[in-house]
């Protein structure tokens, strides 16, 4: 039967993560922006009639990576509050630098600046939570990127908004004029219980049980969180989420480093999806999570990078690594969080917890043709055993060649498409002069 396609895409090895096998000389085929077959290129190249045919002799061509929590409008602050705790860092550097600087322009070119950085490193979807929606969904729509707009909520004013109801009015229109634009979903994101009261948390699950919406919310990232609630209400944050109603599906937990035994089997009864961000975490000092622990009680994780002002990068293939590693050190357990689960993490972990599992993070058809090729030819990536551990302890975001989202190609030979890497320094320069002088 022959089957009609835009562009049919031949590769060394196709990963699809889901089902999971590694298909040597393999191919997938592509229309409308969406995965119309795949299989091994000897029976499908044949039945394949494309008006574009790439080969990647030597790549694995896999499910577009999914940053699953990003505070991408911060991307103009990359080095500028480094080696600080948590509460010192958000105190004394980037409270006021936002308080400084917070604008549509920063967020717009921060964000473009954050996309471009993602899209190189085989991202193709993102999960947002920063002031100014509209600015940051303008710069992703520009770069061709997926993302799930965070519509920030918190108690106290920013140069976006007065207080909690103002936040959230002002979120809400965003989501009406943004409507119906391609590859863009919405969360509701209030930024944590200890920025966040009771009142506001009952509006959030209001809101979000009418208008269908996930909420995606920092959640016992640091001993300090924990320690504020008990003082302040006498419960420990998740409980206190609990009491007003927050835990269930619809829930993403963010860091979550902090949880003991029952409170793990509290988020796992509830279908409550978690988010770790490895580098942020253990760059300030907030601990290590207990991933195994996680996936041992069956929770939906993702991968994030979080903002460049806590980890310096937007590199889902540092994250894959570093968590790996954590948790067989953490565990001492070498078997723990294997190449293969991982690499999940990055790519249907994230897509699930978002609650896009159905449309992106693996290859099948009928879903958008979110691919990445990683080019595994260089020297120090030989010898090659095991492509899937290559990806996940060798190859980094540089061996990223080649992106699709929705079939259009952003990434190729390394080369961003739809933006100019020389203006986008420039651009990085001006506001770091800017920033600098005050």
Known sequence: MEIVADELIEARWLLPVQPWSLIEHGAVAVRDGRIVALGAAAELSPQVVAARHTRLPAHVLMPGLVNAHAHVGMTLLRGYADDLPLMRWLHERVWPAESRWLAPDFVRDSTRLGCAEMLRAGITTFSDMYFFPDAAIAAAQRCGMRMVAGLPVLEFATAYARDAAAYLHAGLAARDRWAGAPGLHFTLAPHAPYTVSDDTFGRIATFAAQLDLRVHVHLHETRDEIEQGLAQSGERPLARLRRLGLLGPELIGVHAV?????????????????????????????????????????????????????????????????????????????????????????TLGGAMALGLGEQTGSLEPGKAADLIAVDLAAAHLQPLYDPISQLVYCADREQVSDVWVGGERRVASGCLQNDDEAELRALAVDWQLRIASG
């Open 258 to 346: 902090h949880l003991l035994d029952e409170e793990i089997g509290m988020l796992a009864e509830h279908g409550v999806a978690l988010v770790h961000c490895p580098t942020s975490n253990l760059k300030l000092g907030s601990g290590i999570a207990r991933l195994g622990d996680w996936l041992a009680a069956g929770l939906t994780v993702g991968l994030g990078s979080d903002s460049v002002v806590s980890n310096n990068r937007h590199d889902l293939f540092a994250e894959m690594r570093l968590a790996a590693l954590l948790a067989k050190g953490s565990s001492g357990d070498a078997a723990m969080l294997p190449a293969r689960q991982a690499l999940h993490l990055a």
